[in-house]
């Protein structure tokens, strides 16, 4: 694992080696839970080597979220559907993915509980992300449901 302190961004700010993610629906994946693993800054020789992505090189597990019996066949059904024919999640290989940036929301700060939520099913996953990307193009909006709740408002 590769854990130089190298800092990469993804959609909602820093990310690290360690850090938890949640993948949004692009690129051929569906909304998905992993974890980084490793970092390789865009234009090193680890990067071009693995990759033709332009930014940083972010290697992700994926297997870290596949938890319940109902989330692993979502994920056996949504391959399944994109290669035309039968997948085991062995056949995926979820356990090493290379993503961009772009297509990675930080939740390692999400509690326990949520991040159970987001391993349960693809709807769960979905509403995760919904809000996290609410929150970063709407402050006002959330401030002003929280102000109009007294203070309990959750997305």
Do not use: W
Request: net charge negative.
């Amino acid at each position: 694992m590769m854990n130089n302190g190298y800092v990469s961004k993804c959609i909602n700010g820093d990310l690290r080696v360690g850090d938890d993610v949640l993948h949004l629906p692009v690129d051929d994946y569906p909304i998905m839970r992993g974890r980084v693993t490793e970092i390789y800054p865009a234009g090193s020789k680890e990067a071009t080597e693995t990759t033709d992505n332009p930014g940083d090189c972010i290697h992700v597990d994926y297997t870290v979220g596949l938890r319940t019996v109902e989330r692993i066949a979502e994920i056996k059904v949504f391959f399944s559907d994109l290669y035309n024919g039968p997948r085991t999640i062995e056949d995926i290989g979820l356990d090493d993915v290379i993503d961009t940036q772009d297509c990675l929301i930080r939740i390692s700060e999400r509690s326990d509980e949520e991040k159970d939520l987001i391993d349960q099913c693809e709807a769960n996953a979905v509403s995760t992300a919904f809000a996290i990307l609410t929150e970063l193009i709407a402050p006002e909006l959330i401030a002003e449901l929280d102000a109009q709740s007294g203070g309990s408002y959750k997305l």
